[in-house]
């Protein structure tokens, strides 16, 4: 499982999903920065299978869609800070795989989540 975290997310974050046992890479390390979200979110449809944002403009249904090979984790935290969205995604990880991730959105709280279409 390949994950690609946006701009905005955290460093931390890399480790954390490291942590996991999953393959993971940060824009801002990658031939990726600097695009435009348009642009990232072709390129991460074809080279990743989740994508990790808190980039609100991602929570636009129609604009970024779940593709069939790529899911989306918008990270709903404030603050915008590393152990609050490690907090919201081992919430979320105690009942849900990434697996289960891939062609949807979800959208996660510090204490909750949901899945939208």
Known sequence: ???????????????????????????KLSLFEGLKNGELYEQAKLHYNIFVTNDKHFKHPLLFPPASTLGIIYLRIA???????????????????????????????????????
């Open 79 to 117: 603050p915008n800070h590393s152990q609050y969205f490690i907090q919201g995604l081992n919430h979320f990880l105690s009942s849900q795989t990434l697996d289960y991730v891939i062609g949807k959105k979800v959208i996660i709280r510090r204490n909750d989540f949901e899945f939208v279409l």
């Open 1 to 27: 499982m390949k994950i690609l975290l946006d701009e905005c997310i955290p460093f931390p974050l890399k480790d954390y999903f490291f942590s996991l046992g999953y393959e993971v890479e940060h824009v």
